[in-house]
């Protein structure tokens, strides 16, 4: 059983644009979504988190977006530039037990 | 401190052979996880430790798999009779108690059975 589903698979997405990559999960339980970045031959880094009691949370070009009732939340990376190409996961997590459950991922091109 | 380092980046193993991998953890970090990553997908849970204490092990840790943190600081990870299916990426990852801290991964060991 899959928890959290991530789409789409892969983006490319225009220098200056918006991308925009979609979670689903399941277990309300939940109450930690993280965004992580991953570069080949690297481990992923934190990109930005959300907690459920807030609808959405900006830093820099990077913006989540949570709608508790759907149990949705996107990430959206403005004016995407050819150094933000990398593989973007969403994860999620209960209060109080860090265990992440990790989405299958997407490859997001930038091209110049 | 430079982040979680692990050892080897890389390894390649013929079937049956037996593996151990490293980790070393930030050093104010307590809590320790083991996460495997195959191709296109995302990092899966194995394990996690609190200090030396192995809290949580995953239904994919199988019998052959086994990790230890003797005292509360890196971690090994040991795969016994290797198969093919356990060629991926095994990432290593910590962080502390303190609420919010988010786990930091190192650049994982690449294992390939052959």
């Known amino acids: 059983q899959q928890q959290v589903k991530q789409s789409p698979q892969s983006l490319i997405v225009q220098k200056g644009g918006i991308s925009i990559i979609n979670c689903a999960y399941e277990?309300?339980?939940?109450?930690?979504f993280p965004w992580y970045q991953q570069f080949p031959g690297k481990g992923p880094a934190l990109l930005i988190a959300?907690?459920?009691?807030?609808s959405e949370k900006k830093e820099g070009r990077f913006t989540i977006s949570f709608n508790k009732s759907a149990k949705q939340f996107s990430l959206h990376i403005m004016d995407s530039q050819p150094g933000d190409s990398a593989t973007y996961f969403c994860?999620?997590?209960?209060?109080?037990?860090?265990?992440?459950?990790f989405g299958k991922g997407t490859m997001l091109l930038v091209s110049p | 401190d430079t982040g979680v380092s692990q050892d080897p980046r890389h390894k390649i193993t013929k079937r049956g052979q037996n593996v151990t991998f490293r980790c070393d953890p930030i050093?104010?970090?307590?809590?320790l996880y083991w996460y495997r990553q195959t191709l296109g997908q995302g990092p899966e849970f194995l394990t996690y430790?609190?200090?030396?204490?192995?809290?949580?092990k995953s239904r994919l840790l199988s019998d052959r798999f086994s990790a230890e943190r003797p005292k509360g600081s890196f971690s090994t990870l040991e795969i016994q009779r290797t198969e093919q299916g356990d060629s991926a990426m095994y990432l290593c990852?910590?962080?502390?108690?303190?609420?919010?801290?988010?786990?930091?991964f190192g650049s994982g060991t690449r294992l390939t059975v052959v």
């Open positions: 430790f609190q200090n030396e204490a192995q809290l949580e």
């Open positions: 990852a910590s962080s502390s108690t303190m609420e919010g801290t988010p786990l930091t």
């Open positions: 959300i907690r459920p009691d807030v």
């Open positions: 994860a999620a997590s209960l209060s109080g037990y860090s265990t992440l459950t």
């Open positions: 277990n309300t339980a939940f109450d930690y």
């Open positions: 050093s104010e970090h307590n809590r």
